[in-house]
């Protein structure tokens, strides 16, 4: 029998101590180490060498051989499909949706490759099947596992050989070696880490869902995002039918792309125009908002800044942004007032980006200029007015980069009227009925973006 140790694991950062300690070293957290039994030896000690060094560029390339599920908006974040053999993880708060879209997409795959496995931790069989029967997901050759056991669930791998693995969840999973509860740090570790072994060693691609904390954080130890080789968060309110899944990492692909869903009856639908989703609800001819097209990607996407400018009641006026860099903000009110000189000591600035779409980009700098602007001076800007353009501390406006796209997809709306950077010099060739405007300071935008 294999000799064991105890241990105080702290359950929040996954520091170790031999002795229990009422606070954690690691993270500052109290009463967070938990007494776990492990052995001496340890689980995920390698074993020997199994294959010679090969030389790199004999090596197989496998940029060919994604798993295309067809659901787009999904094969769009992960750089084209899904790589055989990688390691996925999936957070996202309780209830967003997280088994609704991978049952989708084990269904979309088990249509084109064949076998799928789903292992439900959490749900029995007949809970997974009611889902997939509303998701109409009963046809294909998805099988079910209603198991927690990682030695019982690799058993069932062996045995069955499907291209692809979905776990749902690490968190309920857990091996009889280790004397701790499912969810603990130990456990989704090596849990975690014996997935990844059965991935890399020619096994099949393995989709694990994770929870996360009340903080939005992925529950588990941090070095679960470090083993993993893409990591999806799934995000929106959850009294809402739209749905953001965007990649915090990914090793095949760029973290920079999206993909828009709508929950509806059927599950998660593709939303194939973000653009005009996103700008549905625009309301016309009222003051503080303008457009601007920012790039996620390669996808450009149409998005709503709008700007509440009102007295303040207090001593010191308020400024609050939400979906906009904070300190972005307050620097571009900075530069209104010094440059341009609106006075917004006496009033409070309050941000937003329609949608819930949070703007990292420079680019919309001088719309968020013109949305202040127009909420201060109550003049509304012209309903297909396009602003776009990085402002500087001197206010000048700057270049922005594939600005022809950006317009391009603009246009596509119905938008006819463009205030961009004089640095680009765009002209869209054959269409006479597009005013562009070459801007060279954000005083000139103000004056050409506020109609009477």
Known sequence: MAKTKERFVCQQCGYESLSFLGRCPGCGSWNSLVAETMPLEGISRL?????????LAGITDIAGERLVSSLSEWDRVLGGGLVPGSLLLVGGAPG???STLLLQVAHRLAARYGKILYVSGEESPGQVRLRAQRLGALSGEIYLLAE????AILAGIEGLGPVAVIVDSIQ???????QAAPGSVSQVRECAARFLRLAKDGGPAVILVGHVTKEGFLAGPRVLEHLVDTVLYLEGERYQAYR???AAKNRFGSTNEIGIFEMVTGGLKEVANPSEMLLAERPAGVAGSSVVACLEGTRPLLLEIQALVSPTTFGNPRRLATGVDFNRALLLT?????RAGLHLGGYDVYLNVAGGIAINEPAADLAICLAIASGLKDRPVEAET???????LAGEVRAVSQIERRIEEAARLGFRRFLIPAG???RLIGRNDYEIYDVRSVVEALELGLTA
């Not at 309920?172 to 280790?178: D, R, S, V």
């Not at 900075?334 to 010094?338: F, G, I, R, T």
Request: some cysteine; hydrophobic content about 50%.
């Open 334 to 338: 900075a530069v209104l007032e010094k």
């Open 244 to 246: 953001i899944l965007r």
């Open 172 to 178: 309920t999973m857990f091996l009889p070696a280790i």
């Open 148 to 151: 927690t056991d990682v030695e």
């Open 96 to 98: 967003i949706g997280k």
């Open 47 to 55: 074993a020997g060498l199994k294959a010679p060094p090969a030389l």
């Open 386 to 392: 396009l602003v776009l353009g990085e402002v500087g």
């Open 424 to 426: 680009n010099k765009c």
